[in-house]
């Protein structure tokens, strides 16, 4: 049984959508096809999922530990996803 509730669900479905669109953008660019309104999208998912992803880091967030491990997972595969892009 899930101890994750709909919200905390909604939370992770946000924030894995906002990687999968910095996974897109990471595909065009290795393929040289970014545009300025890519780089854009680009940025404002990354600032969103980071803005998501803070919550796992508060003590006292309300989360369950089912939903901060979720969350800190995510964060890990963007992160290594931007060491990928700055190397």
């Known amino acids: 049984m899930s101890t994750i509730t709909q919200l905390e669900q909604t939370l ?3 924030a894995t959508n906002c ?3 910095v996974l ?3 595909a065009k660019r290795s393929q ?4 300025a309104e890519d780089a854009e999208a680009f940025e404002e998912n990354h600032i969103a999922l980071m803005t998501l992803v ?3 880091h508060l003590t006292h967030s ?3 530990e089912d939903a901060r491990t979720a969350l800190l997972d995510i ?5 290594a996803l931007l ?3 700055v190397n």
């Open 12 to 14: 992770i479905d946000i």
């Open 19 to 21: 990687l999968s669109n």
């Open 24 to 26: 897109e953008y990471s």
């Open 32 to 35: 040289g096809d970014v545009t």
């Open 54 to 56: 803070q919550l796992a």
């Open 62 to 64: 309300g989360l369950s």
């Open 75 to 79: 964060e890990e595969g963007e992160t």
């Open 83 to 85: 060491r990928k892009l």
